[in-house]
């Protein structure tokens, strides 16, 4: 007796696209990823075998008309192999790699991707697809506890170690909040680092305080009035803002930046426009000079394909901008998605971030950078999601 997928295979052999122009090619395709997946070793699922037999009898008299015997196969299905069974996997663990992020796996599921969807849109940094099953998310307290929030319900498996941090996290959030105020933090340690980054604990230093919330992790309510660029950066409500290169000079970004000791500080150029590079290294040697800003590196070159590729290349000479990357460094260029191997290796670090791309995100660079707490984005539009404007 001839099967189902027998059938579905014969039926490509003569070519599907070939059939009716009644049947809809949308279902056409289905048939032909079917008889591929088929041919290819791996046998449908049990809901795939529903699937095609459902677009079987919907457009049986235009898929048999010059064989109507074929119908009375898939009135009584019968089938060649048993069903294929898709293992169900679905955890939560922490990576072994050096940044110990954590990673988040399960087998396809509609539900579990839109939860996904709707967590990238309030976790810390970047939630990474690995591949079809595996998403990564940078190791913080507030990840930890989004994360197992959105799927303890959802019968994962989850790392003994999260769930104790999940425990713990869960625990300090019924405490009194007034326990992380930055005037009454107990943490002899923390007090230390603050002190050590920024000078002394004070209603006299409001401004830089609050600019150093979010990397310490405590909490300030008193804010300082003024009306500046750096105080707006300072109280901003995430880590990567957007500043409008229409309004505002790069000039007055670079001031801001290091008023509030955010230097080192590490510019993302786009790599793919020369002119627009050379555009904005000609403003960024004007800001850095005013400044008085020096010990400053562009790690990256264009082919001499063009005269714009050699003028940037010439001009990075010609100003002094090749310098190595050294723990003196302030300000160091690199283009975007292009990560220098040495620069994981040495020590140096930024502070804060210039991307004159909107496409960084999601990709070597930004995933470098996860750990710093002010990423500005200047150009002349917004970057969509997660971006906050300062003004």
């Given amino acids: ?95 072994t790699d050096y940044d110990g992020r954590i990673l988040i796996e399960f087998t396809y599921n509609k539900r579990l991707r839109q939860l996904i969807t709707d967590l990238s849109k309030s976790i810390e940094g970047q939630l990474l697809s690995i591949n079809t099953k595996q998403y990564s998310a940078i190791l913080t307290e507030k990840n930890i506890y989004q994360i197992v929030e959105t799927f303890k319900s959802q019968s994962f498996e989850i790392a003994p170690e999260i769930m104790g941090f999940y425990h713990e996290i869960s625990e300090i959030r019924l405490r009194p909040s007034t326990q992380f105020d930055v005037f009454n933090l107990a943490n002899d340690k923390l007090v230390a680092a603050v002190t050590t980054d920024i000078g002394e604990i004070s209603e006299n230093n409001l401004i830089l305080i609050n600019d150093r919330r979010q990397k310490f992790q405590y909490s300030i309510f008193q804010k300082n009035p003024e009306n500046s660029l750096k105080n707006a950066l300072a109280n901003r409500p995430s880590t990567r803002v957007w500043i409008d290169s229409n309004i505002r000079s790069l000039g007055d ?121 002010l990423i500005v984005y200047y150009n002349d539009k917004c970057p969509l999601g997660g971006v906050d404007a300062i003004v």
């Fill in 1 to 95: 007796m001839i099967t189902v997928d027998t059938l579905l295979i014969e039926l490509f052999r003569q070519g599907i696209e070939h059939l009716s122009s009644q049947v809809p090619n949308r279902d056409k395709k289905v048939l032909i990823s079917l008889a591929r997946q088929i041919n290819s070793g791996h046998f449908l699922t049990e809901n795939q075998s529903n699937l095609l037999v459902k677009i079987f009898k919907e457009h049986a008299a235009h898929i048999f008309e010059t064989n109507p015997s074929m119908l009375a196969v898939i009135e009584n299905p019968v089938w060649s192999s048993s069903f294929r069974v898709i293992k169900q996997v679905r955890k939560i663990w922490l990576s």
């Fill in 253 to 373: 970004v670079i001031t801001a930046l290091h008023e509030l000791n955010r230097l080192p500080v590490m510019i993302v150029f786009n790599g793919h426009e020369s002119k627009e590079c050379l555009q904005n290294l000609k403003k960024l040697e004007i800001s850095l000079k005013n400044s008085n800003i020096n010990n400053i590196g562009i790690y990256f070159r264009f082919d001499s394909v063009s005269d714009s590729n050699k003028d940037f290349n010439s001009s990075i000479s010609q100003l002094g901008y090749n310098s190595k990357l050294n723990q003196q460094t302030q300000v160091a260029g690199i283009a975007n998605n292009k990560l220098p191997k040495f620069m994981l290796k040495n020590g140096w670090y930024p502070s804060s971030v210039i991307s004159f791309s909107n496409n960084f995100k999601s990709n070597k660079t930004s995933v470098y950078c996860n750990a710093v707490d």
